[in-house]
């Protein structure tokens, strides 16, 4: 399959074809499109565990993105998560495939099974530097510390969660995925698109291409699973913006998304697990979906909550599972 060919197997690039010249773009995921399953009368998920056989779930959508400009600059990818972080392991499994190291500063959170098993995981990886502090708010100054180490070897920032504007536009692409699922089934549009919130791009980018399809009654409920500090709507607002910029370059004239934070289903802490989270992970794995307490739990809560007040939703299913090796992409 040549490039040109593969590049048109994205969504994003089928609806707007100026952009596969103007953006960096490299193939890591192997199964989309993803499956976008109906549950009952008023339910869809999106299962987003299918986006890669390597390791799943959102972050490869990004990395496809991003992981060029890394592979320029050659030098290892420098990122931030917790200590039981999918992105950081995921990041480690793809930098693995392209011959790229990382180096991540990772924070405490609360211990789960799911934290457990990704710190064991992360610990196993060769290609990995791991750098601990015990707080978030120490995350800032421990990522330049370790830039400034590693400025000889011409490091690459893959921003925490790989939400940049670049990073965000993989997330545009599934959305299209969605609504060209739910035209080809002859299903109504749903009423809510339920996300989890930790670094945005999943959820700008959905709002944004649904936008883009044309799904303009359509909100995007962001479900908040980290600090106000990064889920707010400032920043969102200016991811939006620049990775609307980016759409524009493709031809797209930007209009604004529709999304909304929901900030009840937190829990108070990042990875804290909730009482409303564990009954939604019950009620998942009765559908045969698997979840994990930090995010896709809170999600669900609040899109089951979306379906007890009478709403068509559509849940984006993020995590990958435990079913396969390197498997879980949260």
Request: hydrophobic share 45%; glycine share 10%; no cysteine.
């Amino acid at each position: 399959m040549t490039r040109l060919t593969t590049l048109a197997t994205r969504a994003l690039f089928e609806r707007l074809p100026r952009l596969v010249d103007l953006v960096p773009f490299t193939v890591l995921a192997d199964g989309l499109p993803t499956p976008v399953e109906q549950r009952d009368d008023r339910l869809w998920v999106q299962r987003e565990e299918s986006t890669s056989s390597e390791y799943g779930g959102n972050k490869v959508r990004k990395f496809e993105f991003l992981f060029p400009v890394a592979e320029r600059r050659g030098g290892p990818m420098l990122t931030a998560g917790g200590v039981g972080s999918h992105h950081v392991l995921a990041a480690a499994v793809h930098a693995r495939r392209v011959g790229l190291d990382v180096d991540a500063v990772l924070y405490n959170q609360p211990e789960t099974d799911d934290v457990a098993r990704t710190r064991a995981e992360l610990d196993a990886m060769e290609n990995v530097h791991i750098t601990r502090v015990p707080s978030p708010y120490l995350m800032p100054a421990a990522l330049a510390t370790r830039m400034a180490a590693l400025a000889s070897q011409r490091p690459y920032l893959l921003w925490p969660g790989a939400s940049t504007p670049l990073g965000t536009l993989g997330y545009v692409s599934a959305a299209l995925e969605l609504v060209a699922a739910f035209d080809a089934a002859d299903w109504t549009p749903p009423d809510v698109v339920v996300v989890p919130l930790g670094s945005g791009g999943t959820a700008v980018g959905t709002a944004l291409g649904l936008t883009l399809a044309g799904w303009t009654d359509t909100e995007v409920l962001a479900v908040r699973a980290a600090d106000a500090v990064v889920t707010n709507v400032a920043v969102l607002g200016a991811l939006e913006a620049g990775t609307a910029a980016l759409l524009a370059l493709g031809g797209w004239r930007p209009r604004p998304a529709r999304l909304r934070i929901a900030r009840q289903w937190f829990g108070g802490k990042y990875g804290r697990p909730t009482r409303a989270g564990d009954e939604a992970m019950r009620i998942a794995d009765e559908m045969g979906l698997e979840l994990e307490p930090t995010y896709t739990a809170k999600a669900f809560a609040a899109a089951l909550d979306q379906l007890g007040r009478g709403k068509r939703v559509a849940f984006i299913q993020t995590f990958a599972g435990t079913s396969t090796t390197h498997s879980r992409g949260g």
